[in-house]
């Protein structure tokens, strides 16, 4: 027979370390050559670790939420030439259960009229109280007690490791306030006209292309325009260098179910609304099932953070580094507003625009956000591209 390891992968440029996920398969089960046997978690992505060979899972060297190093065996599989699928063979019956000798059920306390009231105020019940009293009475001593004393439960505590995604996440927003100076500016969009194309155009949309006409196109579209007109917010700085990006990569932060990830739509100034929908379509699917590959999430310019989706109504998002800002949106509110000298309700959203001073001037950074907000006030512009 030969045994055969299992090593952790390669999981993309710059990571070392991963945290073990649930084992697929137990110690001394039988596997499938190219099954998953285990997931591994980095601070990317979840990612599957096939078995090698038919055969059993001979030893398991790293349980579930343990940290492993990539290229370290956390497994070994021990190859077979009978059939993967035979039945096991079946387990001992176990024993039948020796008979439980009856214990004895302990008397309820007779709980005195004021200890009752006591309890009854407090929302206690009386088995949060212990009698003292003689022929064990609950007194009303006793349940004074109880109600001074702190519910055991409420105060309850869980201590679960971090997940190497959630350590990435708290290190990168730790290194975005201290490394650079970070402020925010605001406004406000009416988002009459987005809403009446989608009205109007969603349904051939859909039809034509197999995805909803969402929100989110029109922002990245809307960033791409105010991108080209200010360089600096698609800049980084390096060293003591400004470098300007001619390209647009746009990251899209969407829920993994684990944290929050940062998938990056490449060449966006040349993804028309079909394509932007499909690809943040197919992002967040796959970032629910933990899909996403580390390489879609790394090297962004700008990134788009929604908060509406969540019910948000106003946030200060903080810049992914080493980009130099980051658009957040909000959810739609009919609010009052004036137009031509009268008030009406619009459907209006708070934009935030947090950004590096460092690189951008304030100036800049209002002047973006105004061009953001013009360009989803009259979408057709960026149809046109005028």
Known sequence: MTVRDIVVPSVGESITEVTL???????GERVRRDETVVLVESDKATLEVPAPADGV????????????????????????AAPVGEPAAPAPAAPAPAAVAALP???LPVVMPAAARVLAEAGRSVADAAPTGPGGRLLKEDALRAVAAPRAAARAEEVVPMTSLRR????????AKQDAALLTTF????????????????EGFKERHGVKLGFMSFFVRASVDALRAFPAINAEIRGTDIVYKHYFDIGVAVGSGKGLVVPVLRDADRLGFADIEKAIADFGTRAQAGKLKPDEMQGGTFTISNGGIYGSML???????PQSAV???????????????????????????????RLVD????????????????????MLLEV
């Not at 996920?21 to 110690?27: H, I, V």
Request: glycine content about 6%; proline content about 6%.
């Open 168 to 175: 990435r996440i708290a290190e990168r927003l730790v290194q």
């Open 187 to 202: 406004n406000e969009v009416d988002m009459s006209a987005v809403m009446q194309l989608r009205k109007q155009h969603g």
């Open 21 to 27: 996920g649930p084992w697929a398969r137990k110690q």
């Open 57 to 80: 899972l001979l030893e398991v060297l790293k349980a579930e939420g343990a940290a492993a190093k990539v290229g370290e065996i956390i497994a070994r599989v021990e190859e077979s």
């Open 315 to 321: 946030s200060t998002p903080i810049v992914n580094p």
């Open 105 to 107: 059920v302990p008397a």
């Open 327 to 357: 658009l957040g949106m909000h959810a739609i509110q009919e609010r009052p507003v004036g137009v031509d000298g009268q008030v009406v309700l619009r459907p209006m959203m708070y934009l935030a625009l947090t950004y590096d001073h």
């Open 362 to 381: 304030g100036r800049e950074a209002v002047t973006f956000l105004r061009r953001i907000k013009d360009c989803l006030e009259s979408p057709a512009r």
